[in-house]
């Protein structure tokens, strides 16, 4: 959350030739409704399905595609098997607490998670999901200081050394 995955998602896929799937926008689109309004409708248990199949349904399609994953990913156990499938390259922009606060803005309480606190629940769910999204990478890029173009070569030159990756049989 508030790490720019939508931005420079979207930026590598345009350079991959790629399409974007945002699992929020997929959300969105599917519902009509904003992750906001849905988690007040329904909590976690109503929301964390569609997350799953947004995740799924992306990862299931046969063209190149750049998924823009929840951070959620941390916690759901179905959602983190299907990053840790693999044909799937996962890559995990870290960035520092004050990077997320930042980036997160002023207007962070449309965000479903971050409360009446946003500092304080960032800090909080950094603390239990970082070591999680670690885990889970194949790569990490660190984004604090840099802009979208500049991460997505990060980017492209970490997955340009990733041994196994020829782009026929990963995502």
């Given at each position: 959350?508030?790490?720019?995955?939508?931005?420079?998602?979207?930026?590598?896929?345009?350079?991959?030739?790629?399409?974007?799937?945002?699992?929020?926008?997929?959300?969105?689109?599917?519902?009509?409704?904003?992750?906001?309004?849905?988690?007040?409708?329904?909590?976690?248990?109503?929301?964390r399905p569609l997350e799953?199949?947004?995740?799924?349904?992306?990862?299931?399609?046969?063209?190149?595609?750049?998924?823009?994953?929840?951070?959620?990913?941390?916690?759901?156990?179905?959602?983190?098997?299907?990053?840790?499938?693999?044909?799937?390259?996962?890559?995990?922009?870290?960035?520092?607490?004050?990077?997320?606060?930042?980036?997160?803005?002023?207007?962070?309480h449309h965000r479903p998670?971050?409360?009446?606190?946003?500092?304080?629940?960032i800090e909080r769910l950094?603390?239990?999901?970082?070591?999680?999204?670690?885990?889970?990478?194949?790569?990490?890029?660190?984004?604090?200081?840099?802009?979208?173009?500049?991460?997505?070569?990060?980017?492209?030159?970490?997955?340009?050394?990733?041994?196994?990756?020829?782009?026929?049989?990963?995502?």
């Amino acid at each position: 959350m508030a790490v720019g995955k939508t931005t420079v998602g979207r930026e590598l896929a345009d350079r991959l030739g790629a399409r974007l799937v945002d699992t929020d926008e997929w959300i969105e689109a599917r519902t009509g409704r904003t992750p906001r309004q849905l988690w007040e409708e329904g909590g976690q248990d109503a929301y964390r399905p569609l997350e799953r199949r947004a995740v799924a349904e992306g990862l299931a399609s046969t063209d190149p595609i750049v998924l823009a994953v929840p951070g959620g990913v941390a916690v759901d156990e179905a959602m983190a098997a299907e990053v840790r499938a693999p044909h799937v390259t996962t890559v995990y922009l870290r960035a520092s607490l004050a990077t997320l606060v930042r980036n997160a803005g002023p207007d962070a309480h449309h965000r479903p998670l971050l409360g009446d606190d946003p500092p304080s629940a960032i800090e909080r769910l950094l603390g239990e999901r970082a070591g999680r999204y670690e885990a889970l990478a194949d790569l990490v890029v660190d984004v604090d200081g840099r802009s979208p173009g500049p991460i997505a070569d990060a980017v492209l030159d970490g997955l340009s050394g990733l041994a196994g990756l020829d782009g026929a049989d990963r995502r």
